[in-house]
């Protein structure tokens, strides 16, 4: 048996109920294909259950401070870890309900199966084959885990699994120090867990400025003990699992794999599409239309690598959708890069990194540990780094401070719309509020310029006749 669609999509995550939305728009012809279980991965083991258990840290971390250093009466008590895991599977469950609902009211249009490519053009779901004018592919990723691993047996977690504890461990080991590594192990420690960190390199969740990245290094060494510079051996013993980096060994109860992610490829049987496949199994990508080569087949979100986030999923399934049906359209931008780690303080990356900037660049920053907002906050300070080229453009951000994930969004949009710091020091600042921490980082970036300018931040009158706004 063989049916025809005029598009089908692998995978029902966020790049492809993405790409379901907008081939809608142009034809009801299409077919989602997935195997389960439903709900993106940000829903179900991603950026929602981790930002729960973030949020629960710190209420436990606040109530505890407040109790040591005297502002409330009662002794620190300890994190009801069944408690706290319980709630963020119930929050778990509510967020990643909504693209299962979306899913289930597809009635026909949704197979439950797995695909494998037999030609560029033709798909086996579990002995039927399904041909398509056009192929999207966004299967996803998964985390990544070093064979040997995995004969840690139950005491190895990944963030497919650490959610699913009942109970929190006493001790853990955390291997990565990138946005899930940094992100979990941090809200653990916060929750009494013993954290021991570890990386390869000392960089942090991405960071590429070596003063941002100091601040947030230190941060996290606040709350876990972190160690870099050595790979991690983990040996299954009768007691745990025994740590050897370097010189050192220690003895934790479990480890959490936070080492990146690699594309769900496995089972498609990619050399169908007669295309040189990498070494991740990948064929090479047009990078603005997602396309693989000259065939009918397109790759949208985390499984192609490009840029793992949800945001950036969900723009790459509209992308390929539109060039899937309408190959000679026009090609369309990017946004700019943006990306937020949920730590505290909270980190932000948007536009380009500081390891890309031309020669010329000038940089401005700010010392968030001189703020008046953020010292009343109980931030510990951090840098925000704002960088422009020559002539004031701002081209880029990094930041380990108090409202990262707020202040990240203001920059990046300031660098979409190709503004320069003299025109961004014209927008409105209140007090006291973290933005004047932008604001001084603005600033200290102006006087770099070879002819900073003297007058007043103000706009300048328009017609003398118009009244003031507001008035």
Not at 241 to 251: A, P
Not at 415 to 435: K, M, S
């Amino acid at each position: 048996m063989k049916r025809h669609a005029r598009i089908a999509i692998l995978g029902a995550g966020s790049a492809g109920l993405s790409a379901f939305k907008e081939a809608s728009k142009t034809t009801d012809d299409i077919l989602l294909v997935d195997p389960g279980p439903l709900g993106t991965t940000c829903a179900r083991v991603g950026c929602m259950p981790s930002k729960a258990l973030l949020k629960l840290a710190r209420d436990v971390n606040s109530a505890n401070r407040l109790a040591t250093e005297g502002f409330v009466e009662s002794p620190p008590g300890q994190a009801r870890g069944a408690a706290i895991l319980k709630q963020v599977r119930m929050l778990r469950d509510r967020f990643a309900s909504g693209p299962v609902g979306t899913v289930e009211k597809l009635g026909e249009r949704y197979i439950k199966a797995r695909a494998r490519f037999v030609a560029p053009d033709t798909l086996d779901l579990d002995g039927e084959h399904l041909s398509a004018d056009a192929i999207i592919v966004a299967t996803g990723s998964q985390p990544i885990v070093p064979g040997s691993w995995e004969a840690l047996g139950s005491r190895l977690l990944t963030s497919d699994s650490i959610f699913e504890l009942k109970e929190l461990p006493r001790r853990l080991a955390v291997v990565g120090l990138g946005a899930i590594g940094t992100e979990l192990g941090q809200a653990l420690a916060m929750l009494g867990v013993e954290v021991h960190a570890f990386g390869l390199n000392d960089q942090v969740a991405g960071l590429t400025d070596p003063d941002v990245n100091a601040a947030a290094l230190k941060a996290l060494g606040r709350h876990t003990h972190v160690r870099t510079g050595h790979a991690v051996e983990p040996e299954l013993t009768d007691d745990g699992v025994l740590i050897r980096s370097g010189d050192e060994q220690i003895t934790v109860d479990a480890v959490l794999a936070a080492m990146g992610r690699r594309p769900t490829v496995a089972g498609l049987n990619l050399e169908a599409l007669g295309l040189e496949l990498d070494q991740h199994g990948l064929p090479g990508l047009d990078p603005r239309r997602l396309r693989a080569g000259s065939t009918p087949v397109y790759f949208a979100g985390d499984v192609n690598g490009i840029t793992p986030i949800l945001h950036e999923a969900a723009d790459e399934g509209r992308l390929a959708a539109y060039h899937a049906l309408t190959p000679d359209a026009e090609c369309l931008t990017r946004r700019v890069p943006l990306s937020i780690v949920f730590t505290e303080p909270e980190i932000a990356r948007t536009g380009l990194p500081f390891n890309e900037l031309p020669d010329d660049a000038l940089i401005g920053s700010s010392d968030f540990g001189k703020l008046g907002r953020a010292i009343i906050m109980d931030n510990l300070g951090g840098p925000l780094r704002v960088y422009a080229d020559s002539d004031g453009r701002l081209l880029g951000g990094e930041m380990a401070v108090a409202g990262a994930e707020h202040l990240g969004h203001q920059l990046a949009w300031l660098i979409q719309q190709e503004v320069n710091v003299t025109d961004a020091l014209l927008l409105p600042y209140y007090h006291p509020v973290l933005e004047e921490g932008l604001r001084s980082a603005l600033q200290d970036l102006r006087q770099k310029l070879p002819e900073a300018r003297r007058r007043p931040d103000l706009p300048l009158c328009g017609n003398s006749d118009d009244p003031l706004p507001g008035i």
